[in-house]
């Protein structure tokens, strides 16, 4: 287990934010809040307050890219959450973890260790 660590989690799809937050709790982490939109998401990394994002790259049809790049711009690490968008991220996040969906407790705790290097 990763060390217990604050989480943004930036999804437009509250059953799913929601149950993404029981994960990390059960986990051991925090959530910091959750954002819907691109928006929200930005103004969250301009408050800071957490050690990482888990993005999802879709968010009511506006690609998350912006706030992956003020992540990046920021240094705060951030994995993508995906069900398989149709078009490939970015060649600036292709190396970025990913997290699939339908999300599972047991596939969250690699990716966010991925995502934080340990």
Known sequence: MTDSRTILVVEDEPLIAMMLEDF???LGHECAGACETVAEALE???KGGFDMAILDVNLAG???????????ARGIPFALAT???LSAPPADFETTPTLAKPFTIDRVEPVIAATLGQ
């Not at 506006?62 to 990046?72: D, F, G, S, Y």
């Open 62 to 72: 506006e690609p998350v890219w912006p706030v992956a790049e003020a992540l990046r």
């Open 83 to 85: 069900g398989g968008h």
């Open 44 to 46: 969250a990394v301009e």
């Open 24 to 26: 990390l709790e059960t």
